[in-house]
């Protein structure tokens, strides 16, 4: 078994990594999805070009892609245990949250840490 570590520069990217996903699935959520202005904005005739990725999100959300998505990475990182798909969980999984995909979306971020805190502890044999 692999000696345990602490954190190296790859842990700090990959938490770049995920605070950069669900920081700016946080952002584009609260300036271009909640304000009730946006709605009106959207439905006239030359909408502005956020409401194309607006309608993209707000169609993932009701079909819960964010969750799903989340769940499959947190499984792929808690089974392969690499700290890119953990840091991908984490973050997608924290869009998942901001979206209302909750459900699954938090499932997922859990198994994405715990797979990140084994690859630190020596349980996986990875480096990415």
Known sequence: MPARRLAGPIDFYAAALAAIIGGGAWSFRYLAIAPRETVGICAAANAPGFCVPRFYVLNWQYHHVFGW????????????????????????????????????????????????MGVNSGRYDATL
């Open 69 to 116: 998505a989340a769940l499959a990475l947190g499984l792929a990182a808690f089974v392969l245990g690499r700290r890119l798909v953990a840091a991908l969980a984490i973050g997608i999984g924290v869009a998942a949250v901001v979206n209302y995909n909750g459900t699954y979306g938090i499932i997922g971020a859990a198994f994405g840490l715990v797979a990140w």
